[in-house]
């Protein structure tokens, strides 16, 4: 069965697309089949694209995510992926609130995947300028790596 995998920031249009694409982009480059999806736990950015900054930063790496387009997480999500990362810890409150009783998918923060970054969340760079967006990278492309390693490594 192919791993399904849910990143969810805010709103949806800074980290959690940038957590998406890189973790795309690291499973396309080892030949990992992966379904991944972002979200956000507000709604105020449903079927907005992601916020320019984003864009530019991604394109810097070669990844085009101006088709991407911001979603709010639904109970659904729950069942339908089996890992939900939160971008940071009070997302993970916040989907700890609104998953259903029922829901199957594990919660965790995005960097708990990082060794020496547990319990970190991935700073929000909306407020902030082009090298908060460069820092997101970062953190995001070290998580989809540590990702990438263990799943490979469970699939053998």
């Given amino acids: 069965m192919m791993p ?8 949806n249009i800074c980290r959690s697309p940038l957590a998406e694409a890189a973790l795309r982009a690291e499973a396309e480059r080892t030949g990992l089949d992966v379904l991944v ?14 916020d320019p900054r984003a864009v530019r930063q991604a ?8 088709t991407y387009r911001g979603r ?11 890992h939900v990362f939160a971008l940071d810890g ?3 409150k916040n989907l700890r ?3 259903p009783a029922d829901g199957t ?5 995005l960097m708990d995947m990082v060794p020496g970054c547990e319990g970190r969340g991935v700073t929000d760079p ?9 820092q997101t990278w970062d953190d995001v492309t070290r998580a989809a790596r540590a990702i990438v390693a263990e799943l490979s490594s469970i699939r053998g």
């Fill in 90 to 92: 009070e997302n993970l």
């Fill in 97 to 99: 609130r609104i998953r």
């Fill in 72 to 82: 709010q997480v639904s109970a659904a999500d729950f069942h339908r992926f089996a």
């Fill in 105 to 109: 998918a594990k919660l965790a923060l």
């Fill in 4 to 11: 399904a995998i849910l990143f969810v920031c805010l709103g």
């Fill in 126 to 134: 909306y407020y902030g300028d082009e090298a908060g967006f460069a």
């Fill in 59 to 66: 394109m810097r790496h070669g990844i085009d995510i101006s």
């Fill in 37 to 50: 999806d972002s979200a956000g736990t507000g709604d105020w950015h449903v079927d907005c694209p992601p």
